[in-house]
């Protein structure tokens, strides 16, 4: 079972997961939950239960925390074999996926999974959208950091609409790292049609300026319900995004296994 634990040095939450060896949508072993019409054909949502898993179980402990890995994920699987073809869908295209999305936060949103809530897509991967809710990590900043982030953007402003705002957060993690952020404060839920048109033209227009096309698109909404968007290059998955740290093989087996290669 994967697991969190927080780092008691840095009090940073960790995942103790193997990384998944193959393509999620091609050896989904998940439950389908349901199929929308998209483009003639279905997005199937499938529940991938490998890395999270709805659970009750609360951190434990003190100083060192841990937990079952709980929390949600599901894929939203709209090609049906490698090679996305995201950069060839329309502005009309990508508007849709947008509410199909934001359709399936909100029937989630009765469940306690946890108040984090993320959708990534590797733009060069099998076309589909890894959605999850977590648990972690706990925003301990009272604030709508997204507020603050657009009322201090200064220098770092790339454009914007009516109404979003395009910009180079304070401190990327990559080179090239672009946010879109309604300037409103509004949840992913209370997008309507004219907003996802409108990020929807947006998205489209940088991707398609940008010369770098191994990308990763991601809807990331915590706590404080403002969303955002993000543009970065290369493949990141749910935990690089949101600061969780990977471990692929857990403490107790790294030692175990230096024990029997020191204590011999
Ligand atoms: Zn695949
Ligand atoms: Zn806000």
């Known amino acids: 079972m994967n697991e969190f634990r927080l780092n008691p040095d840095t009090l940073q939450f960790g995942i103790v997961t193997p990384r998944p060896a193959e393509c999620m949508a091609c050896k989904t072993k998940g439950q389908l939950i349901e199929s929308v019409p998209f483009k003639g054909e279905d997005i199937k949502v499938y529940e991938i239960k490998e890395r999270v898993q709805p659970s009750k179980y609360e951190l434990k402990g003190k100083d060192f925390k841990s937990s079952p890995a709980h929390g949600y994920e599901e894929i939203?699987?709209?090609?049906?074999?490698?090679?996305?073809?995201?950069?060839?869908?329309?502005?009309?295209?990508?508007?849709?996926?947008?509410?199909?999305?934001?359709?399936?936060?909100?029937?989630?949103?009765?469940?306690?999974?946890?108040?984090?809530?993320?959708?990534?897509?590797?733009?060069?991967?099998?076309?589909?959208?890894?959605?999850?809710?977590?648990?972690?990590?706990?925003?301990?900043?009272?604030?709508?950091?997204?507020?603050?982030?657009?009322?201090?953007?200064?220098?770092?402003?790339?454009?914007?609409?009516?109404?979003?705002?395009?910009?180079?957060?304070?401190?990327?993690?990559?080179?090239?790292?672009?946010d879109i952020s309604p300037i409103k404060h509004i949840s992913f839920d209370a997008m309507d049609e004219v907003i996802a048109f409108d990020l929807a033209g947006m998205i489209a227009n940088t991707l398609s300026k940008l010369k770098e096309k191994n990308m990763t698109l991601a809807i990331l909404e915590d706590k404080n319900k403002h969303f955002s968007v993000k543009i970065l290059p290369g493949e990141l998955d749910a935990f690089s995004l949101l600061n969780i740290k990977e471990l692929q093989v857990s403490p107790e087996a790294i030692a175990e296994n230096l024990r029997k290669k020191i204590q011999v």
């Open 76 to 178: 939203l699987v709209d090609q049906s074999s490698h090679g996305d073809k995201f950069y060839s869908y329309s502005v009309e295209d990508i508007s849709k996926l947008l509410l199909i999305i934001k359709n399936r936060k909100t029937a989630l949103s009765k469940y306690d999974f946890g108040e984090n809530f993320i959708a990534t897509r590797y733009l060069q991967g099998h076309g589909y959208f890894d959605l999850m809710i977590l648990p972690v990590p706990n925003n301990v900043y009272k604030k709508c950091i997204q507020c603050v982030n657009i009322e201090n953007v200064d220098g770092r402003e790339i454009r914007r609409t009516e109404n979003f705002i395009e910009y180079v957060p304070f401190f990327p993690i990559k080179e090239i790292e672009i």
